[in-house]
């Protein structure tokens, strides 16, 4: 497995929201005020963590900013995240992103927010999801 050494940011505390499967850690960098309508977190995901189904209402943007994971919207094929990609999630769309089941990933998440909404929950990825997408990006 591939070890992340290189942490801009303090990891931060353990998320045990239920929205996430494995180990995952958020650092609430910069959270919604007068003057941003949007959150600012460092996560970091141990491998073969990753976040459930969800979509924002005003979309969401990543910077993947160590290691390698997966980012993968509803019916369409997973796609490799590394270091230096900047991932644009449009509005409403459904997605899941996370490490990959060798290696862990940490980006950066800035959340928009919509009526004081940023975020709708949906089911997990499931254990058979998750291994199709690990083999997608293996392409």
């Known amino acids: 497995m591939e070890q992340i050494i290189n942490e801009i940011f303090e990891k931060g505390n353990q998320i045990t929201n239920g929205y996430f499967t494995g180990n995952a850690f958020l650092n609430l960098l910069q959270e919604k005020d007068e003057n941003n309508d949007f959150a600012l977190g460092n996560v970091t995901f141990e491998s073969g963590a990753r976040t459930n189904w969800h979509t924002h ?3 969401q943007v990543l910077i993947i900013t160590d290691g390698t994971g997966i980012y993968q919207e509803r019916g369409q ?3 490799l995240i590394k270091k230096g990609d900047i991932i644009n999630i449009p509005e409403d769309v459904e997605h899941w992103h996370g490490a990959s089941a060798v290696s862990g ?4 998440a800035i959340t928009n927010y919509k009526d004081e909404e940023n975020v709708t929950w949906l089911q ?3 254990e058979e999801e998750y291994a199709i997408a690990n083999k997608q990006i293996q392409r």
């Open 124 to 126: 997990a990825v499931s």
């Open 57 to 59: 209402p005003r979309g």
């Open 105 to 108: 990933m940490i980006h950066i």
């Open 77 to 79: 094929v997973a796609q």
